[in-house]
C-alpha cells in the first residue's frame, strides 16, 4: 500500500472497529443489567442483547444505496450520529423497553457497507484484500478486547456509563472521518467492488458461498445466545459479581487466542483451509456440549467457554477469507452485501430465540439449541464437493483489441492456471480465478495487451 492508502485504511479501520467496540462492550453484561429492571422477562432479555441485529440487517442495504448517490462520508457521518443518539437513549433509560429501542437505534447506523464501499473507493484493486484483512482483524480485536473490558467498565461507570462512552466514541469518529479520511474524486472503477441486485441471484444460488452464509448466520446466532445465558452462569456457578466477570473473561480469552493462532497459521496453507475449518466447527461444538455439561460445574463451564472461543475466533478469522476468495470477482460485493445480512440476521435470531428458550427451559435448552445448530453445520460443512480456493485478478482492457468477446475468453482461457474468465465489455474489464501458483499474469499481458490495474 502507499502512504495515502495506509493512512485511508488506517482511519476507516479505527473507526469501524471504534463503533463495533461500542456494541459489544455491553455483551458481556447487558443481560444481568436488563434483568433488573421492570417487566423484565427471558424473551426481552434476549431481545436487548441481539436487537440491534435486525436493524443492521433491514439498514445496510439502504445505507450503501444511498451512499452511491450521495456520497460516502456523509452517510458514515449519518449512522455514526445515529448510532451516537441510539447510545444516549439507552444511556438515559431506566426501563428495558428503552434499552430495546437504544440498541435498535444503534443498529441503525448501519455503516458497514458503506465503510467497506469507501475502502474500495480509496484503495486499488491489488491491495483491497490486504486493506479487508487489516479492518477484520480490527474487528477481531474490537470484540476481544471489549469482552474483557465490559465487565470492568461496568463495576467503574456501570452500563449506563458504557452507553454514554460508546456515544462519545460515535462522536470521536466523526471526526476521524471528517478531518482524517480523504474524499475519494469518484467511486471505484471496479463494478464488483459494489453490492447489486443483477448479480443477487446468483450468489444466493452459489452452493459453496450459501454455505458460507448460513455459517456466518449460525456462528452468530450461537454466540448471541450463549451471551443470553452466560452471564447468569457465571453468577450462579462461579458466583462472581457481575463487574467480576473479567476475571473469567481474561484468561480464557488469551487462551483461545494461544490455542487458535497455530490453527489458524496451519488453514493458511490451500491443502489444510478445509480441514483446520471444519476442526474449528467440530471445536465450537465441544464448546457447547461442555457448556450444556458444565451448567453447575466450574471446570466444564470454564473449559466449554475456552473451546467456544478457539473455535469462534478460528471461524471469525477464516469465513470472511474463505467468501471473498470464493466469490466471482465481478460479485463481490454483492457477496459481501449477502454475507453480512445473514450475520446481522444470526445476531438477531440469537438473541431472541435465546430468550424465548431461556423462557422455556432455562440455559441447558439454549446450549441445547446452540449445540444442534453447530452440529447442522459441521454436517453442512462435509456435504457437497470440497471447492477449489483461488485468487481473483482483476484485468483492465486499456488497450484496442481485434478480438471479440469469445475469443478474449478463449485465450485468457487457455493460459496456464486460469479456470475461470468473465469478461464486461462495457467496463472494460476482466476477472479471472486464477491458481497463482501456476499463473503468470505477465504471460497475460503479452499475449493479449490486456493492462493489469497499475500496483
Same mark, same amino acid.
Given at each position: 500500500?502507499?502512504?495515502?492508502?495506509?493512512?485511508?485504511?488506517?482511519?476507516?479501520?479505527?473507526?469501524?472497529?471504534?463503533? /463495533?467496540?461500542?456494541?459489544? &462492550?455491553?455483551?458481556?453484561?447487558?443481560?444481568?443489567?436488563?434483568?433488573?429492571?421492570?417487566?423484565?422477562?427471558?424473551?426481552?432479555?434476549?431481545?436487548?442483547?441481539?436487537?440491534?441485529?435486525?436493524?443492521?440487517?433491514?439498514?445496510?442495504?439502504?445505507? =450503501?444505496?444511498l451512499s452511491d448517490r450521495f456520497g460516502r462520508k456523509p452517510l458514515i457521518i449519518l449512522g455514526l450520529l445515529i448510532f451516537a443518539f441510539g447510545s444516549v437513549v439507552a444511556a438515559?433509560?431506566?426501563?428495558? @423497553?428503552?434499552?430495546?429501542?437504544?440498541?435498535?437505534?444503534? =443498529?441503525?447506523?448501519?455503516?458497514?457497507?458503506?465503510? !467497506? *464501499?469507501?475502502?474500495?473507493?480509496?484503495?486499488?484493486?491489488?491491495?483491497?484484500?490486504?486493506?479487508?484483512?487489516?479492518?477484520?482483524?480490527?474487528?477481531?480485536?474490537?470484540?476481544?478486547?471489549?469482552?474483557?473490558?465490559?465487565? *470492568?467498565?461496568?463495576?467503574?461507570?456501570?452500563?449506563?456509563?458504557?452507553?454514554?462512552?460508546?456515544?462519545?466514541?460515535? &462522536?470521536?469518529?466523526?471526526?476521524?472521518?471528517?478531518?482524517?479520511?480523504? @474524499?475519494?474524486?469518484?467511486?471505484?472503477?471496479?463494478?464488483?467492488?459494489?453490492?447489486?441486485?443483477?448479480?443477487?441471484?446468483?450468489?444466493? *444460488?452459489?452452493?459453496?458461498?450459501?454455505?458460507?452464509d448460513l455459517g456466518i448466520f449460525i456462528l452468530h446466532m450461537v454466540l448471541t445466545a450463549v451471551f443470553v445465558v452466560i452471564p447468569f452462569a457465571l453468577v450462579d456457578t462461579l458466583?462472581?459479581?457481575?463487574?467480576?466477570?473479567?476475571?473469567?473473561?481474561?484468561?480464557?480469552?488469551?487462551?483461545?487466542?494461544? !490455542?487458535?493462532?497455530?490453527?489458524?497459521?496451519?488453514? /493458511?496453507?490451500?491443502?489444510?483451509?478445509?480441514?483446520?475449518?471444519?476442526?474449528?466447527?467440530?471445536i465450537l461444538l465441544a464448546g457447547q456440549l461442555a457448556l450444556l455439561s458444565g451448567m453447575d460445574q466450574a471446570k466444564l463451564l470454564l473449559t466449554g467457554l475456552l473451546c467456544f472461543?478457539?473455535?469462534?475466533? %478460528?471461524?471469525?478469522?477464516?469465513?470472511?477469507?474463505?467468501?471473498?476468495?470464493?466469490?466471482? =470477482?465481478?460479485?463481490?460485493?454483492?457477496?459481501?452485501?449477502?454475507?453480512? @445480512?445473514?450475520?446481522?440476521?444470526?445476531?438477531?435470531?440469537?438473541?431472541?430465540?435465546?430468550?424465548?428458550?431461556?423462557?422455556?427451559?432455562?440455559?441447558?435448552?439454549?446450549?441445547?439449541?446452540?449445540?444442534?445448530?453447530?452440529?447442522?453445520?459441521?454436517?453442512?460443512?462435509?456435504?457437497?464437493? @470440497?471447492?477449489? &480456493?483461488?485468487?481473483?485478478?482483476?484485468?483492465?482492457?486499456?488497450?484496442?483489441?481485434?478480438?471479440?468477446?469469445?475469443?478474449?475468453? %478463449?485465450?485468457?482461457?487457455?493460459?496456464?492456471?486460469?479456470?475461470?474468465?468473465?469478461?464486461?465489455?462495457?467496463?472494460?474489464?476482466?476477472?479471472?480465478?486464477?491458481?497463482?501458483?501456476?499463473?503468470?499474469?505477465?504471460?497475460?499481458?503479452?499475449?493479449?495487451?490486456?493492462?493489469?490495474?497499475?500496483?
Amino acid at each position: 500500500m502507499n502512504r495515502s492508502e495506509r493512512r485511508s485504511v488506517a482511519a476507516l479501520a479505527g473507526v469501524f472497529s471504534l463503533r /463495533m467496540l461500542g456494541l459489544f &462492550l455491553v455483551l458481556p453484561v447487558i443481560a444481568l443489567y436488563a434483568a433488573q429492571l421492570d417487566g423484565a422477562t427471558p424473551f426481552l432479555i434476549g431481545l436487548s442483547v441481539g436487537i440491534y441485529g435486525l436493524t443492521q440487517a433491514l439498514f445496510q442495504i439502504a445505507f =450503501g444505496a444511498l451512499s452511491d448517490r450521495f456520497g460516502r462520508k456523509p452517510l458514515i457521518i449519518l449512522g455514526l450520529l445515529i448510532f451516537a443518539f441510539g447510545s444516549v437513549v439507552a444511556a438515559v433509560s431506566d426501563t428495558l @423497553t428503552g434499552i430495546i429501542i437504544g440498541r435498535a437505534l444503534q =443498529g441503525s447506523g448501519a455503516i458497514a457497507a458503506v465503510v !467497506l *464501499a469507501l475502502v474500495a473507493d480509496l484503495t486499488r484493486e491489488q491491495q483491497r484484500i490486504k486493506a479487508m484483512a487489516l479492518i477484520g482483524m480490527s474487528i477481531g480485536a474490537s470484540f476481544l478486547i471489549a469482552l474483557m473490558a465490559g465487565p *470492568a467498565l461496568d463495576r467503574w461507570i456501570g452500563v449506563s456509563g458504557i452507553f454514554w462512552l460508546t456515544a462519545v466514541l460515535a &462522536l470521536g469518529c466523526i471526526a476521524v472521518i471528517v478531518w482524517w479520511v480523504p @474524499t475519494p474524486q469518484h467511486a471505484a472503477r471496479d463494478p464488483g467492488s459494489s453490492a447489486t441486485l443483477v448479480y443477487f441471484r446468483e450468489v444466493i *444460488a452459489n452452493p459453496h458461498l450459501l454455505r458460507l452464509d448460513l455459517g456466518i448466520f449460525i456462528l452468530h446466532m450461537v454466540l448471541t445466545a450463549v451471551f443470553v445465558v452466560i452471564p447468569f452462569a457465571l453468577v450462579d456457578t462461579l458466583e462472581l459479581k457481575r463487574d467480576a466477570h473479567w476475571q473469567v473473561y481474561i484468561p480464557v480469552l488469551i487462551g483461545s487466542v494461544l !490455542l487458535m493462532a497455530p490453527l489458524l497459521m496451519m488453514g /493458511m496453507r490451500r491443502q489444510r483451509t478445509f480441514w483446520v475449518f471444519r476442526l474449528a466447527i467440530a471445536i465450537l461444538l465441544a464448546g457447547q456440549l461442555a457448556l450444556l455439561s458444565g451448567m453447575d460445574q466450574a471446570k466444564l463451564l470454564l473449559t466449554g467457554l475456552l473451546c467456544f472461543f478457539v473455535g469462534f475466533n %478460528l471461524l471469525e478469522a477464516m469465513l470472511p477469507s474463505l467468501m471473498t476468495r470464493l466469490a466471482p =470477482g465481478y460479485a463481490k460485493g454483492t457477496a459481501i452485501g449477502v454475507y453480512n @445480512t445473514f450475520e446481522f440476521a444470526g445476531v438477531f435470531v440469537g438473541g431472541a430465540f435465546g430468550g424465548i428458550l431461556l423462557g422455556m427451559f432455562g440455559g441447558p435448552g439454549v446450549f441445547a439449541f446452540c449445540a444442534l445448530a453447530s452440529l447442522a453445520w459441521l454436517i453442512l460443512a462435509f456435504t457437497g464437493a @470440497t471447492p477449489e &480456493l483461488r485468487n481473483s485478478v482483476t484485468l483492465r482492457l486499456d488497450g484496442e483489441t481485434d478480438l471479440d468477446l469469445e475469443s478474449l475468453e %478463449l485465450h485468457l482461457g487457455a493460459l496456464r492456471g486460469v479456470d475461470h474468465v468473465t469478461v464486461l465489455p462495457k467496463d472494460r474489464i476482466a476477472y479471472i480465478r486464477v491458481d497463482e501458483s501456476c499463473f503468470d499474469l505477465h504471460q497475460a499481458h503479452a499475449v493479449l495487451g490486456v493492462l493489469p490495474l497499475r500496483q
